[in-house]
């Protein structure tokens, strides 16, 4: 049986779109057909997104990305203003991005692979696998401690979970960022704010755990779902123009969505999301939200079905095409960071 050392040798390396230009490629496949047409049609929706100076743009992110090697096409996206705000599951944000801050690395599981090496040989080890990826966990325990050091040092109130992972670029910020790309950190120095509806469900959640155990009957830290609600649903009712770009379904799909009807119940006429895109690989036969489409969203009265496509396809191929397009036509520009998290938080304004 291989050893731990020999398991975990070969990280994963994040594809850098910057380095790619990709544009004749995709303009060649708008004339195919299937998917590559569907892709190309999303390119064009995503430029035009990009484009539009009064457009806000919403990131959502579930499925294992980041491990997968998408961190510094999103890290990018954020630098170059083509991300106004992000909503995302727990896994992609604390468990392997701000995992990666920390120091540490996913790893390619060829090795285990082919030696044919059983997920219980990998336990006995404190290996985890994630699909074709390895993390050492006794690393990852590193960081539901520093969730839990987080977590105690917040003033003990509810928080949304915007608040939360602020905190974590704070984290860094004073600590120090491990690793050269983080979505976390380089949020929070442009004040991109990071929702993350299901915050629990990661290593923020052990965290969490911890310090309410350790608490006892004493106030503590609590996660607020409707205040993460309400704070998104603000977000859309100050730029009422705004854009999905979704990397699969799921919670991060349906909790951006709705923002268009919530704003429309605290008597605000929201416009729908003016442009969006998803990928994924799930379809519609088996009533998942991550495969209902857009168009089916068009009737809940969430997403205009002028410039909207969906692509199913798989997000490590989909992801650096789509926005490595937007990235390489240069409309991102002429944007400016909007710096939402002023909005929402008196202290990030100061």
Request: hydrophobic share 45%.
């Amino acid at each position: 049986m291989l050893t731990k050392k020999e398991l975990l040798k070969t990280p994963i390396e994040h594809i850098d779109m910057t380095k790619h230009n990709v544009v004749p490629m995709v303009d060649a496949m708008k004339n195919m057909a299937f998917s590559a047409r569907d892709l190309g049609r999303a390119a064009d929706i995503t430029a035009r997104m990009v484009q539009d100076k009064d457009c806000g743009i919403i990131l959502c992110l579930a499925g294992s990305l980041i491990s997968a090697g998408l961190k510094k096409v999103i890290v990018d996206a954020i630098r170059c203003k083509m991300v106004d705000a992000i909503v995302s599951t727990g896994a992609n944000i604390v468990d392997q991005d701000f995992f990666e801050a920390l120091g540490f690395k996913h790893y390619v599981a060829e090795e285990a692979l082919k030696s044919g090496m059983h997920d219980a040989d990998l336990r006995e080890l404190a290996i985890d696998r994630i699909y074709d990826t390895l993390i050492d966990e006794d690393e990852l325990r590193v960081c539901d401690d520093v969730m839990r050091q987080i977590t105690d040092d917040l003033d003990p109130r509810p928080y949304s979970s915007r608040e939360f992972v602020r905190a974590m670029g704070e984290y860094l910020d004073k600590n120090g960022c491990k690793t050269a790309d983080s979505i976390v950190y380089e949020a929070f120095k442009h004040e991109v704010p990071i929702f993350v509806p299901a915050l629990s469900d990661c290593s923020a959640g052990f965290g969490f755990v911890a310090h309410q155990h350790a608490r006892g009957d004493a106030p503590k830290v609590s996660i607020d779902s409707a205040k993460d609600f309400y704070e998104l649903t603000q977000l859309k009712i100050a730029n009422p123009t705004t854009g999905l770009f979704m990397i699969g379904g799921g919670v991060p799909k349906n909790f951006a969505q709705d923002i268009v009807v919530a704003a429309e119940i605290l008597g605000n006429d929201a416009p729908m999301h003016k442009y969006a895109i998803q990928v994924t690989v799930a379809d519609s036969r088996d009533g998942a939200l991550s495969g209902s489409t857009l168009k089916e969203a068009s009737s809940w009265g969430k997403v205009d079905l002028a410039y909207e496509q969906m692509v199913f396809a798989e997000a490590t191929l989909a992801m650096p095409l789509l926005l490595g397009y937007a990235y390489h036509t240069g409309e991102w520009k002429n944007r400016t960071f909007r710096k939402w998290n002023t909005l929402l938080d008196p202290v990030a304004a100061n």
